[in-house]
């Protein structure tokens, strides 16, 4: 199988398989509340997460919310 490549928060990851949004979460133990992801410079709504593969090359900016007010 081909390696997947992507830039998670600017650092280079690799995976074996396309796996969607909620699962890269998981893979990498990154949070799942509170947090908006960009993928390509484009906000994915948490509802869409599960709908959307990553793809050689992505560019994923994974942003906490930090709880306030």
């Known amino acids: ?3 997947i490549k992507i830039l998670i928060n600017g650092e280079t990851k690799e995976l074996t398989d396309r796996i969607n949004l909620t699962e890269l979460l998981e893979h990498f133990s990154l949070p799942t509340e509170r947090v908006a992801i960009e993928l390509n410079q484009k906000v994915i709504r948490k509802k869409d997460w599960g709908n959307i593969e990553i793809s050689d090359g ?6 906490h ?5």
């Open 1 to 3: 199988a081909k390696m």
């Open 58 to 63: 992505d560019k994923l900016e994974v942003i």
């Open 65 to 69: 919310f930090v709880g306030g007010g």
